[in-house]
Each structure stands twice: as C-alpha cells, then as structure tokens.
C-alpha cells in the first residue's frame, strides 16, 4: 500500500493550509493507498456548511467532495478520487477524520442529562465547574431542561465542555427558517441560543472560538428540539364557518401548533 514519504513536507503543507500541522492518515487498503488531510481553513468549513444545510443530498454530496479536495494533503486529487470511487462510503469516512481535526468530530462528543441522579463527581469529569451546574439547576429546575456535552480528544489534545438548555420553540423556529439559505451562521446562532453556560456574554465567543463546536452541537440541539415539540401540547379547533353558511359539525379538524416556549 503506498504511504507518503516526507510527513515533514505534510505538516508544513497542513500548516499553510489551516494554520495548524495536524493530520491524519486514513489507509484505504481497497485502494492500494492512504489519504492524508488537514483541517479546514474557517472560510472552506464555512462552505461545507453551507452546503451540507441546503436539504440536498446532489449539494450535500458537492460539499463534501469540495472540502475533501481541500482538506487533501496526500496523495494527488486523482488518487484519492479514484478510491472515493472504488469504497463506499469513504468519502463520509474521510470527512469524519477532517471534523475531528477541527474538534468537531461526534464520535468524540459525550452529552449527559442533568438530571437529578447526576452526582456531583460525574460532572466534574465532565468538565463543568460545580458552582457552575448548581445555580444551573435552580435555574432550571426542571428535568429535562439542561445537558451537558463535553469532547475530549487526548490524541489531538482537544478539550471543550459546556451546559445546554432545551431548545426553544421560538429559537427551533428561526433556525429552521433561515437553515438553507444562511447555513453555517444559522447553526453557531441556534447554539448560541441554547447555551446555558459559557452564558450569554460569553456564549458568542465561545462557539466562534478555534474548535467547530456549532455544527458538532448541531445534530444533538436539532433532536432535542424535535423531542421537545412531540411532548408540547397540540390545539385542536373546527374549521371556522362562514358567516350565513350552514351550522352542521365540521367533518375535520384543522391543527395549529402550540407555541409555548
């Protein structure tokens, strides 16, 4: 199976890239070859979202190999094309190994709910400061209201840990409106929104920071926020009638949803 030679030559080529020498070596023995990436500069990650938000699988599939050709360090465009083309599913393989050089990799996330059986010994190796989760849950004092989500990557020495709060219906809403056209900025915004602690003043610089921490919190916020909508309750009204028509019982019902925070 051919290898690169001069990892030194990668690094330096990782470096220029995305201003950080991490990489990561993915054999493909169904290829005959290993693929070598870096992490995303911020404006390419930028695009990859972007795409992978447009609710396309032919866009999504586009993004993904865009960012690939980016993140590529080793072997030439070609190669790597060719074994994307003999393995299935390597592409999304690849593109695991791209997130987790950003430090947004799900693999390597853990997300706990604070509920009341959470001793105090578990959450500090969770990351999270005592004082911390303690005015957390009087805060929200109800079950079902606060995770925690801590990452831990000790190959690549990435670290980061923070508090949710149950996605509002009103935050779900503007997520989902703007989701397709404004893609990635809508993601840091719906995490922003639904971070407890770092709080709100810090909550901003905390999801912009060096890790892409959005769009990995992005698929957990997103099924808590469906989980939370099946359990609000729903309003069901007859269909008005117009004014001077008949008074028979409507034959269906016609649903709105409830709007509860």
């Given at each position: 199976m051919?290898?690169?030679?001069?990892?030194?030559?990668?690094?330096?080529?990782?470096?220029?890239?995305?201003g950080?020498?991490?990489?990561?070596?993915?054999?493909?023995?169904?290829?005959?070859?290993s693929?070598?990436?870096?992490?995303?500069?911020?404006?390419?990650?930028?695009?990859?979202?972007?795409g992978?938000?447009?609710g396309?699988e032919?866009e999504?599939?586009?993004?993904?190999?865009?960012?690939?050709?980016?993140?590529?360090?080793?072997?030439?465009?070609?190669t790597?094309?060719?074994?994307?083309?003999?393995?299935?599913?390597?592409d999304?393989?690849?593109?695991?190994?791209?997130?987790?050089?950003?430090?947004g990799?799900?693999?390597?996330?853990?997300?706990?709910?604070?509920?009341?059986?959470?001793?105090?010994?578990?959450?500090?190796?969770?990351?999270?400061?005592?004082p911390?989760?303690?005015?957390?849950?009087?805060?929200?004092p109800?079950?079902?209201?606060?995770?925690?989500?801590?990452?831990?990557?000790?190959?690549l020495?990435?670290?980061?840990?923070?508090?949710?709060?149950?996605?509002?219906?009103?935050a779900t809403?503007?997520?989902?409106?703007?989701?397709?056209?404004?893609?990635?900025?809508?993601?840091?915004?719906?995490?922003?929104?639904?971070?407890a602690?770092?709080?709100r003043?810090?909550?901003?610089?905390?999801?912009?920071?060096?890790?892409?921490?959005?769009s990995?919190?992005?698929?957990?916020?997103?099924?808590?926020?469906?989980?939370?909508?099946?359990?609000?309750?729903t309003?069901?009204?007859?269909?008005?009638?117009?004014?001077?028509?008949?008074?028979?019982?409507?034959?269906?019902?016609?649903?709105?949803?409830?709007?509860?925070?």
């Open positions: 051919k290898r690169p030679e001069n990892f030194d030559a990668l690094y330096a080529e990782a470096q220029r890239r995305s950080r020498p991490d990489i990561i070596e993915y054999p493909v023995p169904q290829a005959g070859t693929i070598v990436v870096c992490r995303l500069n911020d404006d390419d990650h930028r695009a990859l979202i972007n992978m938000t447009t396309d032919g999504r599939a586009t993004a993904r190999s865009v960012a690939l050709a980016a993140a590529r360090v080793w072997p030439n465009q070609e790597m094309t060719a074994a994307i083309e003999v393995v299935p599913g390597l999304k393989a690849l593109m695991n190994e791209v997130d987790r050089l950003g430090g990799d799900l693999r390597q996330l853990k997300v706990v709910d604070v509920r009341p059986s959470l001793d105090e010994s578990a959450i500090a190796a969770l990351g999270i400061d005592l911390c989760i303690r005015a957390l849950r009087r805060q929200f109800h079950e079902g209201q606060l995770k925690i989500a801590s990452y831990v990557d000790d190959e020495d990435i670290r980061w840990s923070c508090v949710l709060r149950l996605p509002s219906s009103s809403d503007l997520m989902m409106t703007n989701l397709k056209e404004r893609g990635h900025e809508t993601t840091v915004t719906f995490a922003v929104n639904c971070m602690w770092p709080g003043d810090e909550a901003a610089k905390f999801i912009r920071g060096q890790y892409r921490i959005a990995c919190l992005w698929p957990v916020l997103w099924a808590w926020s469906l989980e939370a909508a099946k359990q609000r309750p309003i069901w009204r007859p269909k008005s009638v117009a004014s001077g028509a008949s008074t028979t019982p409507p034959t269906s019902l016609e649903k709105s949803s409830a709007t509860s925070e």
